[in-house]
């Protein structure tokens, strides 16, 4: 019976049992910044004048540029006329039946296409240099570019915020400066 008495006063007393809190401030003396080397990058632009070797164009007489000459001729002319008229020819020869015909104007539309680009990208070669003109002259072009630069710079990442607290010198690390800390006790009995 008393064995049952005891338990039963122990398990009683085990509920009540715990743990009391309070909350206490300390006066933060002062704050110390903590710094970290932060490296960072810029770009810069730079430009410089470089000078090129490039090909004059007015060496060649008959010089054809299609996009900034002139003389581009994009009409219709004699050979391309037989251009197609052979294309049409060679075609005939492919095929039977409708076969012949389908041959006959891919043979001709091909035709035309080649005399068209030989009559336009025609070059000629001149080993001559006329009226003392250079086949070759410089041009000095403006090339920029981005550079990259690396900063290294001290930054603030956090305060050491001291404290003394009951004849104890103590510190808190927070992100900002703090006037007062707080402080928890916990007490179990």
């Known amino acids: 019976m008393k064995n049952i008495f005891l338990i039963t006063i122990l398990s009683i007393s085990s509920l009540f049992a ?15 910044p903590i710094y970290e080397y932060v490296n960072s990058r810029s770009h810069r632009q730079e430009c410089k004048e470089v000078r090129y070797k490039v090909k004059n164009d007015n060496y060649y007489d008959n010089y054809d540029d299609r996009y900034y000459s002139s003389n581009y001729n994009d009409g219709l002319g004699v050979d391309t006329l037989i ?18 015909v ?10 035309a296409k080649v ?17 003392n003109r250079a086949e ?4 000095t072009r403006t090339e920029c570019y981005d550079k990259p630069k690396r900063h ?6 956090a305060y050491k915020n001291y404290f003394n607290y009951k ?9 900002r400066p703090l006037r007062k800390v707080k402080i928890t006790h916990r007490i179990d009995f």
Do not use: C, W
């Open 102 to 111: 389908a041959a006959q104007i891919v043979g001709g539309l091909l035709g």
């Open 136 to 139: 070759y002259r410089y041009e």
């Open 18 to 32: 715990g743990s009391d809190r309070f909350i206490d401030f300390a006066k933060v003396t002062y704050s110390e």
């Open 115 to 131: 005399a068209h680009e030989v009559r336009n990208n025609y070059k000629p070669e001149h080993n001559y240099n006329r009226n």
């Open 167 to 175: 004849g104890v010198e103590h510190y808190k690390v927070t992100n």
């Open 152 to 157: 290294k710079r001290k930054m603030i990442t």
């Open 83 to 100: 251009g197609t008229a052979a294309g049409a020819i060679i075609g005939s020869q492919i095929g039977k039946g409708n076969g012949r």
